[in-house]
């Protein structure tokens, strides 16, 4: 009683306060249909620094709940019937929040007849592979049920993301109480923080370089270990979905089941890194991703379909280049003083590094 009697509510503010200090960009994505959520959100935010971004049903007006809450169970059955097939779930309003700029993601979302609101299924089934490697917490409302059903939504819905710890349910009992609850909950997630902001690797392929934001795991914590040395230069063939090759040495695995999704970095193997330009599931370790870049983007950057690709792994940009085009001025012919030659003219020329008489 006495040890209870000292972790005060000073003890537990203190904690809160820290949390809110040194956690790293994060946001706040939420749907509220009746209110609650809204609510909670408000309370949250009130504690920690953070954006909102709030999902709304592209159909407005609809009443879930009607009919001993008819359509909500339609859209619910749907779902369940063909969870994979995107034609399942009800379409949202289109959403520009760019989750790159996010280590962060709070989910508040209510549960619907023991499952996650239908509406919120839509934005993390789209949403899915741009959370991956993310931390991601869950709040979750309800009147009376319990939210086991929504947490396995969630975890059906985010396979690659890195849970901050259990999801807080709030429900008609406690809301009052949500500024405590959440005050309470917040010290128990292990969210990144801004002292652990993602490492930047640099990827240089023939004279092209890239960005990678990599994970923080043993591997990766190795890697950046050995990239501080030197750079490494790899020879990475082609495998019909990513590029990948023997790195030279090992790094420690923790491999899971993962859907690798365009621009994904893995290990393979204890000592193989993969890139990927399409999609594979397999066994791997988590290692990062290539920073913005489209499917198409990663095909032309990867010289996916070619054999024997000179790829540099480094912690620096050795090249300013970014972006390199072809110069169409090939045609041109200059003078010996090395301007341009005018149509007509006669005498020595240059054209394409050689002199030519004409």
Known sequence: MLLTCCSSDSEIKAETNQVQTNMAKTLIVYYSYTGNCKAIVNSLASQITADQLEIQPAEKGLQYEANG??????????????????????????????????QNIIIVT?????????????????NSAKLAGKTVGMIVSSHSSGISGVVA????????????????????????????????????????????????????????????TLVDNAATQALVAKLQEAPVTVTLNDNNFEIWGALGFS?????????AQ?????????????I????????????????????????????????????????TNTTGISQIRADNTSSRTYTLQGTLAQAGHKGIIIQNGKKIIR
């Open 153 to 212: 939504d969630a975890q059906r819905l985010l396979p690659n993301v890195t849970w901050a710890g259990d999801a807080l349910w709030i429900n008609n009992t406690n809301h009052s109480n949500r500024a405590s609850l959440i005050q309470d909950w917040l010290p128990t997630q292990n969210f990144q923080t801004s002292n652990n902001m993602a490492q930047l690797m640099y990827i240089t392929i023939d004279g092209v370089t890239k960005t990678a």
């Open 69 to 102: 809450y008819a359509l909500g169970t339609q859209l619910l059955n749907a779902i369940k019937a063909n969870p994979n097939d995107a034609s399942s779930y009800p379409a949202i309003d289109p959403v520009t929040v760019n989750l790159d700029d996010y």
């Open 262 to 274: 365009a621009g994904d970095i893995v290990l393979y193997g204890g000592s193989n890194i993969c």
């Open 110 to 126: 209510p549960l619907w007849w023991s499952q996650m609101a239908a509406i919120m299924q839509t934005y993390l089934f789209n």
């Open 251 to 259: 790094l420690p695995s923790s491999n899971e089941y993962i859907n």
């Open 276 to 315: 990927f330009y399409d999609s594979n599931s397999y066994s791997y370790t988590r290692l990062g991703k290539i920073d913005g870049l489209s499917e198409s983007g990663l095909r032309y950057f990867l010289k996916a379909g070619q054999s024997s690709i000179s790829v540099t792994l480094s912690l």
